[in-house]
């Protein structure tokens, strides 16, 4: 299940994210200019897997919308990532725009004015309830979905019961994170940040980074729950936590169990080789 339409399309507000993004946005364009003039060599290839493999974590964007924008099948994105296989000049470019668009939607100029301002601005705070809400009725949306599936094989219904446990912690968390900022907001006269808002959002961001450092690589190759992560963890970054690793660990989900597990060491879940 993915999210509605348009529903990842919020400005990104953290101030590193932002630089992150105009730096993945500055590469595309460097790209498609270079390969506009009629043809891409082996190192080009490599460079366009490597900004659409960041796009998805680094703009929050899924893999399906990527593909839609392109003109392309919903899978087609994903699949590409998966093969790393060379693709049409014409469909390169088509995924450059995409990326590009999506860009432009998250670095509106408008949003630079809020970077690093948190939770304060009343339109951020209720934007951030609004999502809040969202996440919450998918991620319920979702836990139906899967508890009607009756599979055969125990792994599978091993996996289906932790992605149901972490659903349940998503769903309640963004149902409370919701209510509070609606109460805030509905106070008049709001100075403060609304503290305890953010401060769930923290423990449930903590929640989820850590399902994700050790259940992370069942979702490679799972095009909805992955798009469902990476909504809860944009989400939680517009709703103030700080989700810098699990952002990551999303991430090498898209590449795949190779990539998650070097991640996974990197950030101190695994033993470091000494030189």
């Known amino acids: 299940m993915l999210p509605p339409d348009g529903f990842l399309r919020f400005p990104i507000a953290d101030a590193d994210q ?5 730096a993945l946005q500055s590469a595309a364009e460097k790209l498609q200019t270079k390969v506009g003039k009629g043809r891409y060599g082996t190192e080009d290839h490599d460079e366009f897997l490597r900004i659409l493999a960041q796009t998805g974590v680094t ?14 099948s919903q899978g087609y994105v994903s699949s590409l990532l998966r093969m790393q296989r060379r693709v049409r000049l014409e469909t390169m470019l088509s995924i450059l725009n995409a990326i590009l668009e999506v860009a432009r939607d998250r670095l509106e ?15 951020r705070l209720r934007e951030a309830s609004e999502i809040a ?10 836990i139906l979905a899967i508890e009607a599936q009756l599979p055969n094989d125990p792994l ?3 996996q289906n019961a932790r992605f149901v446990e972490v659903l349940r912690t998503l ?5 409370q994170i919701s209510n509070l900022l609606e109460a805030y907001l509905s106070a008049p006269n ?4 609304p503290t305890q808002a953010i401060g769930r959002a923290q423990v449930l961001g903590q929640k989820l980074t850590s399902w994700l450092k050790k259940h992370g690589e069942e979702l490679v190759g799972s095009g909805a729950k992955l ?3 990476t909504a809860g963890v944009a989400a939680l970054n517009v709703c103030g936590a700080d989700m810098k690793i699990a952002t990551g660990l999303v991430g090498a989900a898209v590449l795949g169990p190779g990539a998650a597990s070097t991640l996974k060491k990197t950030i101190g879940t695994g033993r470091k080789k000494r030189a």
Not at 59 to 72: D, K, P, Q, Y
């Open 133 to 142: 809400a969202i996440l919450c009725a998918l991620a319920r949306r979702e």
């Open 190 to 193: 709001q100075v403060s940040p």
């Open 18 to 22: 932002r630089k992150r993004a105009e």
């Open 109 to 123: 100029p408008d949003a630079s004015a809020e970077a690093g301002s948190g939770l304060r601005p009343a339109d």
């Open 171 to 175: 769903a309640d968390g963004f149902e």
């Open 59 to 72: 703009l929050f964007v899924s893999n399906v919308e990527i593909s839609e924008r392109a003109g392309m």
């Open 227 to 229: 798009s469902l992560m």
């Open 156 to 158: 599978v219904a091993e």
